[in-house]
């Protein structure tokens, strides 16, 4: 009978290591257009922590938030504007003393082929502009509000083709499915396929703001805590800029 207790002490303990060893992973959700440089952020971090084992949901910030609206466990979240995280604020999925600026960018048009398209009212000339759907992808909140500003979306309404985020946005203009569309500067800078054309005013849209957050879960995750640390240190920054990003 004692040798059978004692087995299941070891056992108890066994579980509460193996516990121990699921707190070293990390779950961060972060929008589609940072998921080349939070891998190489993550594979930075990993190189002095080999014991963490980061996984990644990308996907556009409102498909994130209504993710962990149905349960998705997060620890980081990394969101492209304010509102999706004020979102995530008012219903206490984030601790709001971790909400911190991450990174900026800018809005671009790019095209495979486009002719005589130098600037945003130009766009009018167009059959078909791939944008991401304002509903849940930031870039295309920003878009609509460039077009609003700029006093053309009554003429472009129905030339808009709504992609799911900002990758499929720049894959439809890759692809040749459109005539161009409006992305990230940082995604355009990745493709090898279209060529920017022209870049959006800033005075026709908010700034374009990535926001930073450890949710109520991961404030509990030492290993969350310690990552996030290192999302603003110098070392991230510099692959920040290196993607075309800006930072403070």
Not at 104 to 111: A, E, W
Not at 211 to 235: C, R, W
């Amino acid at each position: 009978m004692r040798t059978f207790i004692a087995l299941v002490i070891v056992c108890l303990a066994l579980t509460q290591l193996c516990g121990n060893v699921s707190a070293g992973q990390i779950t961060i959700g972060a929008g589609v257009g940072m998921k080349d440089v939070v891998n190489d952020i993550a594979a930075a971090f990993i190189k002095n922590n080999q014991s963490i084992k980061i996984l990644k949901n990308y996907a556009a910030s409102g498909v994130l938030a209504k993710q962990i609206d149905n349960g998705a466990h997060i620890d980081i979240t990394l969101v492209a504007n304010v509102n999706w995280m004020d979102y995530l604020k008012e219903k206490r999925y984030v601790d709001v003393n971790t909400i911190t600026p991450f990174a900026y960018n800018t809005l671009v048009f790019v095209s495979k082929g486009a002719q005589g398209v130098s600037r945003l009212e130009e766009l009018t000339k167009l059959n078909r502009i791939a944008v991401g759907s304002p509903k849940s992808v930031p870039a295309g909140e920003y878009t609509m509000e460039a077009f609003r500003n700029a006093g053309i979306y009554k003429q472009l309404e129905q030339k808009l083709v709504l992609a799911r985020d900002v990758r499929e946005c720049l894959l439809y203009a890759e692809r040749g499915d459109v005539d161009g569309a409006i992305v990230y500067k940082t995604d355009a800078l990745l493709s090898k396929d279209t060529t920017i054309l022209f870049t959006v005013p800033q005075k026709l849209y908010s700034r374009v703001i990535f926001l930073s957050a450890l949710t109520v879960s991961g404030v509990k995750n030492q290993d969350a805590v310690n990552f996030f640390s290192f999302l603003h240190s110098h070392e991230a920054k510099a692959l920040l800029l290196k993607y075309g990003f800006e930072v403070q």
